[in-house]
């Protein structure tokens, strides 16, 4: 959409913004994100999205456009476009970037609570321009006089951990200690036992289950939104204090408590589900950019009447996939069948992709730790919203900032209605597990 008149913002160019390809060579994207760029199509748009909260006063999109542009020159990754070859793609400076095609004023009344949902499901189904660099900024107005930043990034171009990284660069306005605390580094991983590792991994994750998933179901492109929260610290200690869980099996917890409410009252039923959980494999301030994670699967014991026991119950699941390693083995055996065997590396995916491997994807990853602000306007909330998949008509994506978790739910609303019903769900077993262990 182009920028309201009299708002066209004057722009240097991509080797200005401090571009350093020479040419039209461009970086080779990662296996990675390659595979992330296969996965679009008709009903699969490939990107993030943050949905950033800001509160009254909350800047104007010409003044956002402003600000981000001039701060791009420390994101190149920013102002590169795809190039090359469908074979062999790579990224390239976009030497005609035009900052006005990625920070816009969405052309809408300004929005209550409902109609601003709806509006940003609207803009996630909306693909990205693929012959500019793959984000964009679209900036509603909110009847409160404050506003909603909707930001898409492409999967293939960031992953969770970086899109915050990107956050906190370009939107973000500089508060000693408020960035994302860097990923935690992994425990030692013992490569004489890797023969074991692997045969658990397998029998744990490339193991088929009976049952369909409620989830499982050929999506469209339409989507629907949910949002969710819950007080950090009080989940944290609770968990810790209930089960010697972490904030992550709390986060699980409560996302059972929303799954198990949703299936109750649309299948009368709900037993166990396994869910796959993204883990970043980052290295601060080495791979900084792009997509550098993997996962272990989990199941989460719905039809356990107890939120206490069912966090219990997940701590001891999570704790066993990380005492095997699984996810650093999932990521050894994958780059080895990409030199060894192309065709068996590509069974494997599918495999793993497969409705009756996992559910649903539930990601969590951490923002800002004290309270951020936008051009001095402080930010409220922040959500993720994350792309569901072919045959998985659900999705949460979790994101925590200044001491609260923020849930994002992403559904095709043909599979998946009422996802209202699970965003409660989730606030309530959160809710159930601080009332616990107090």
Not at 193 to 220: C, K, M, Q, W, Y
Request: glycine share 8%; charged share 25%.
């Amino acid at each position: 959409m182009p920028p309201s008149q009299g708002e066209r913002v004057e722009h240097p160019t991509a080797g200005q913004l401090g571009g350093t390809m020479s040419g039209l060579e461009g970086i080779a994207l990662t296996g990675e994100d390659r595979a992330i760029l296969a996965l679009e199509s008709a009903a699969v748009v490939g990107h993030t999205c943050k949905v950033v909260l800001v509160g009254p006063g909350a800047p104007t999109a010409e003044r956002l456009r402003g600000s981000v542009l001039e701060r791009l020159a420390s994101v190149p990754a920013l102002t590169r476009r795809l190039g090359g070859t469908a074979e062999r793609p790579v990224w390239v400076d976009d030497e005609r970037f035009d900052v006005a095609a990625h920070v816009v004023a969405a052309d809408v009344d300004p929005c209550d609570e409902e109609s601003m949902r709806v509006e940003v499901a609207r803009l996630f189904s909306e693909r990205l321009d693929r012959s500019r660099p793959l984000w964009r900024i679209d900036v509603l107005r909110l009847a409160s006089d404050g506003a909603v930043l909707v930001w898409r990034i492409h999967h293939a171009l960031a992953d969770g951990t970086t899109a915050m990284r990107f956050a906190d660069a370009v939107l973000w306005d500089g508060v000693p200690g408020a960035s994302a605390a860097a990923p935690r580094p992994h425990p030692a991983y013992d490569e004489s036992g890797r023969r074991l590792r692997l045969a658990a991994f397998l029998r744990h994750e490339l193991t088929l289950g009976h049952n369909r998933s409620p989830f499982d179901g050929t999506i469209g492109a339409e989507r629907d939104i949910a949002f969710a929260g819950a007080p950090l610290q009080a989940l944290h200690d609770a968990a810790h204090r209930l089960a010697g869980a972490t904030v992550n099996d709390a986060v699980l917890t409560a996302v059972a408590g929303g799954l198990r409410a949703w299936i109750r009252d649309h299948h009368g039923h709900a037993g166990k589900l396994r869910v796959k959980v993204p883990v970043s494999l980052h290295h601060a301030g080495v791979d900084d950019e792009g997509n550098r994670d993997s996962f272990f699967t989990v199941e989460l014991p719905l039809d356990e009447p107890d939120p206490v026991a069912r966090l219990a119950a997940i701590r001891a699941a999570t704790a066993a996939r990380k005492a095997d390693h699984e996810a650093e083995t999932l990521d050894l055996l994958m780059h080895d069948l990409a030199r060894v065997s192309p065709q068996l590396e590509h069974l494997v995916r599918r495999l793993e992709a497969s409705p009756r491997a996992f559910a649903l994807n539930v990601s969590n990853v951490p923002g800002p730790r004290t309270t951020v602000a936008v051009l001095g306007v402080p930010v409220e909330a922040v959500y993720s919203i994350a792309e569901i998949g072919k045959r998985h008509a659900l999705r949460v994506a979790v994101v925590s900032v200044a001491g609260r978790l923020h849930f994002g739910l992403c559904s095709d609303p043909a599979i998946v209605g009422g996802i209202d019903l699970l965003a409660a769900g989730v606030e309530a077993e959160a809710t159930a597990m601080v009332a616990a262990a107090a």
